[in-house]
């Protein structure tokens, strides 16, 4: 089932869930553990994320360094099919423009639409420390609005070459959105003007960034709509949970920690921090539902104990 098709159907509100793969050699079963772990509270759709080859410095005994060149988190799309198969929970694999050819995009989304699944996110793809080495008669997509426009393409039947009888994909596209604006934007205005186009290419719905001030989505919201964003805007959320994040979140993710929620964290002891994080989660997503948002998405990468105590209590109010 599309996320669209979900969003539409729902009776209630809907929670889902966005995790990370393991670290190259990980194990799957942990994977499917945080998912089993989510299965009593009816997740809608699980996002996985994708993360392109970085560089990494190996030190030899002769004190020169060596650059290793690898994918840490391989596997987006065999986890995906792992939770649907296991748990018949739909997935949306998140597909990058940074470190992938057109052409391996397009393998990709034929693997996908063979497995049955028919969500992706589409996305532009972290800066990489690393780019890798383009052969001539390959092509990489440079925003996110133009790997919208190849995944649409091929919902229409059109591969990057000519093919007969190519037969058409029927991919739900997701696209980021920044209540805080895209760091490199020069303003919120821009920044909504190229969301804008990713709708236009083809794009089903948005889920934004994550925010600890609801003021920022409202308004975000508030925008998109005078701007003549109509699709669904889902709310990412991320439960603040050590002292680290203090700094972590705002420079990785270029997003405000208000006042209050820094102050609490600063003055409370570290084994106290989740507590307070998961009340603060609560409190958001309590008001972001009364707001009637079309869903709650919640950045966890892989843990499922600090969502579930928010989860556990949105049911309890519900
Ligand atoms: P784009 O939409 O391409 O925008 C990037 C910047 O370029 C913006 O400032 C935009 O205003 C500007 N821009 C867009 N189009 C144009 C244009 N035509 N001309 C000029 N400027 C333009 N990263 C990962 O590596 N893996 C993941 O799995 C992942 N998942 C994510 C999930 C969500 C929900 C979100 C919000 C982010 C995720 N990211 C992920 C991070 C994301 O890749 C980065 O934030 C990236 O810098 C921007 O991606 P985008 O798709 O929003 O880019």
Request: charged residues 25%; hydrophobic residues 40%; proline residues 8%.
């Amino acid at each position: 089932m599309k996320v669209i098709e979900i969003l539409e159907q729902a009776t209630g509100p809907l929670i889902s869930y966005e995790i990370i793969p393991p670290r190259r050699g990980g194990s799957l079963e942990e994977v499917l553990a945080v998912v089993e772990a989510l299965i009593p509270f009816d997740p809608p759709f699980i996002d996985v994320t994708s993360h392109a080859a970085e560089v990494e410095y190996e030190q030899l005994p002769d004190g020169t360094l060596r650059p290793r060149v690898k994918r840490k988190r391989p596997g987006t799309i065999g986890i995906c099919a792992a939770i649907k198969s296991r748990f018949g929970v739909e997935t949306v694999p998140h597909l990058l423009c940074r470190g992938f050819t057109r052409e391996e995009t397009e393998d990709a989304l034929i693997e996908l639409h063979y497995l049955g699944i028919q969500n992706v996110m589409a996305l532009q793809g972290d800066s990489p420390n690393y780019r890798k080495p383009i052969p001539p008669d390959r092509t990489v997509n440079e925003y996110a609005v133009d790997l919208v426009q190849q995944i649409a393409n091929m919902n229409r039947g059109i591969y990057l070459e000519p093919l007969e009888d190519a037969v058409p994909t029927d991919f739900c596209i997701g696209v980021a959105g920044y209540p805080e604006k895209h760091f490199e934007a020069p303003n919120l205005t821009w920044d909504i003007l190229n969301l804008k186009r990713k709708i236009e290419a083809g794009a089903h719905y948005v889920t934004t960034q994550m925010f600890f001030d609801n003021r920022h989505y409202f308004r975000f919201v508030k925008r998109c709509r005078e701007m003549g964003i109509n699709v669904p805007i889902i709310p990412g959320l991320k439960i603040l949970t050590s002292k680290r994040h203090l700094q972590l979140l705002p420079s990785r993710f270029h997003v405000e920690i208000p006042e209050a929620l820094a102050a609490e964290v600063e003055a409370a002891r570290p084994e106290h921090v989740p507590e307070i994080g998961i009340a603060w989660a609560r409190r958001q997503a309590e008001e972001l539902l009364e707001a009637g948002v079309p869903c709650i998405h919640f950045y966890i990468m892989l843990r499922a104990d600090h969502v579930r105590a928010v989860v556990e209590y949105l049911r309890k109010i519900a």
